[in-house]
């Protein structure tokens, strides 16, 4: 799982199939402290989730499909899993 930022909306007229009513958001990875890291990237929203909220993503094509509920016909490769409320961790490990 992936600790992420959603920066964004993805706006499409024309979307592959499967991917007709599906939001997607861009997300930056991001530490537990909220500095970015990486490169962001696409995922498919399935928590309601917004600019500016931390998400966790499930970024593993047979476990997002899962979570989607979608055959092993819909490709998929990033999934948000989940909205974070809270993090709380000792920086020094």
Request: proline share 4%; no cysteine.
């Amino acid at each position: 799982m992936i600790l992420a930022k959603v920066t964004g909306n993805v706006v499409s007229t024309i979307k592959a199939i499967g991917y007709e009513s599906r939001k997607i958001l861009v997300v930056q990875p991001v530490r537990p402290d909220g500095k970015a890291i990486g490169k962001s990237f696409l995922a498919v929203d399935t928590m309601q989730a917004g600019p500016g909220d931390t998400v966790l993503i499930m970024e593993e094509g047979g476990s997002a499909r899962l979570i989607l509920g979608e055959p092993d016909t819909f490709t998929v490769k990033a999934v948000v899993a989940g909205i974070v409320d809270k993090i709380q961790y000792d920086s020094k490990v």
